[in-house]
């Protein structure tokens, strides 16, 4: 399986790369430049891409290669895929020389086996690039192949540059690939490429913005050890958070700005719950607490203009609100410009960089202490029936007095209903799916209902800050505070009987 590394470099910086000092430490000989010519091929309706898969035919010299990527994943930039390749006559694939060399079952094999596919095989678009390639040994003897793309992405009358640095790890370990990028990162302007050279090329060929992600499935196995189970848990929530920085850098997406805030808070709930057995770096810490914050105000702003007074819009007050949705909006919009310039900068890639390495290079056990480390060996489902029984404890003492109380009170509940959920859903796949179904369900509704409340409040607060910059909107801005407070009161009965009926699922004293 491959394993590559994917930066954008900007082009203002290659110059400074091509002589960076590290390079010169590492490389074991001069680099080769070489041009190249690619040509992607696929049917009319894209089947190798609904199968997550890509094909290629490339020219670099008088030799044509044809290449079959496929399946794997993308995390923190880091690319795993299938690969299979072979040497072919000219600009066509060779679909029989291919499925000899393809050694897994499945829709590849399947499809490049296909007569109906060959027949219908076509290119989709081609890639110009100039490529520069270092081969490096990296301390502790890690080899890497460091590859610098210049080019461009053309498919009909459109077309994208291509300027990123392709880390490769040849042998040895992923932690090394990572302190290589870090280093480069001190001196030069890189970021996270999450999409391949194939992904970008279809993109160009439709009119599209990126898709707002939601978590993908988590599948557990009881016979993980929790140290497995806490890199598959957190390894998913960053996979999330990654996933939609496209969406929130390039395209100001509401959506994908939703998903990756949702993805933070997955991820914050997942190291809050190994908390007992693994530590997490201050650092780390800190700077995921600064993305959130990031984000975060965008996301309050989104939520007032696009749900809140929608809602009251649906009840027949458009009118009335309509100039402070669009005030709402011009807000969301200049937070949105900062959020999109925090994940879209050098500070932003040092973050998952580290995170990753951290992650991936397991790092997170050189901090267990003797007793923790032993006890992370502990039966996997013996662990999630411990912490989940906690997050019920938890939350049913915060929700003791709920019927009374306050907004702050609420919150407090809301937050540790989140929590639960989240942990629930990390647990789910252990145990029979009839057991956690309908209290992950219960858990669902509740939180959406406390979130809408939530909604309410955090409006009231906005519209006052809107107040002060606005005077002009101080009156319809009161009518709509009182509105809210108003329409806050009366969903306090129907989450006071969502309780009632939640709290007789949690653990009594």
Not at 123 to 137: A, D
Request: net charge neutral.
């Amino acid at each position: 399986m491959e394993v590559e590394l994917k930066l954008r470099i900007h082009p203002d910086d290659v110059q400074d790369f091509k002589a960076h000092a590290s390079l010169a430490r590492f490389a074991l000989s001069p680099p080769l430049e070489q041009d190249q010519t690619a040509i992607y091929f696929d049917s009319p309706d894209h089947e190798l891409r609904q199968n997550l898969a890509g094909l290629r035919v490339r020219q670099a010299g008088k030799v044509w290669t044809q290449t079959l990527k496929a399946g794997g994943g993308v995390m923190s930039g880091l690319h795993r895929r299938h690969e299979w390749e072979s040497v072919v006559t000219g600009p066509e694939p060779d679909l029989y020389a291919l499925r000899k060399l393809i050694d897994l079952r499945g829709a590849w094999k399947d499809l490049v086996s296909s007569p109906t596919f060959a027949a219908r095989l076509a290119p989709v678009f081609t890639t110009t690039i100039h490529r520069t390639t270092w081969q490096l040994r990296l301390p502790e003897g890690t080899e890497v192949e460091c590859v610098l793309d210049e080019g461009r992405i053309v498919s009909g009358e459109r077309s994208t540059a291509v300027s990123e640095i392709e880390l490769e790890l040849v042998s040895g370990s992923v932690s090394q690939l990572y302190d290589f990028a870090l280093e480069l990162l001190g001196t030069l302007r890189l970021y996270i490429e999450n999409q391949s050279k194939a992904e970008r090329g279809y993109a160009l060929g439709r009119e599209s913005r990126p898709v707002a992600a939601k978590a993908q499935a988590l599948a557990l196995s009881k016979k993980m050890t929790i140290e497995q189970a806490f890199e598959a848990i957190t390894g998913n929530c960053l996979q999330q958070v990654q996933a939609n920085a496209i969406g929130v850098a390039r395209s100001n997406d509401i959506e994908s700005l939703h998903q990756m805030r949702v993805g933070i808070r997955r991820l914050r709930s997942a190291l809050g719950l190994f908390q007992e057995v693994i530590s997490v770096p201050g650092e780390l810490q800190d700077e995921l607490n600064w993305l959130f914050e990031q984000i975060s105000a965008a996301r309050d702003w989104d939520v007032l203009a696009t749900k809140t007074l929608e809602k009251m819009a649906a009840d027949g007050l458009a009118d009335i609100v309509e100039d402070i949705r669009q005030a709402a909006l011009d807000r969301a919009a200049g937070l949105h410009q900062l959020a999109a310039e925090a994940v879209g900068s050098p500070r932003y890639t040092r973050f998952v960089l580290m995170f990753a390495r951290w992650l991936h290079g397991r790092e997170w056990r050189l901090s267990l202490p003797a007793v923790k480390g032993k006890g992370a060996k502990r039966q996997l489902k013996a662990f999630s029936n411990e912490m989940l029984e906690h997050d019920k404890r938890r939350l049913s003492k915060r929700g003791e007095h709920f019927e009374q109380a306050d907004a702050q009170g609420r919150h407090r509940v809301r937050v540790a209903a989140k929590k639960t959920r989240y942990n629930a859903e990390f647990f789910q796949s252990l145990y029979p799916p009839g057991k956690t179904k309908e209290y992950v369900t219960a858990l669902s509704a509740l939180q959406d209902e406390l979130g809408w409340l939530n909604d309410l409040s955090v409006g009231e607060r906005l519209l006052s800050e809107l107040e002060a910059d606005r005077s002009e909107l101080a009156g319809v801005s009161n009518f709509i505070r009182g509105y809210l407070s108003g329409r806050a009161a009366s969903e306090q009965r129907e989450v006071n009987k969502l309780w009632k009926k939640f709290k007789s699922k949690l653990p009594q004293k």
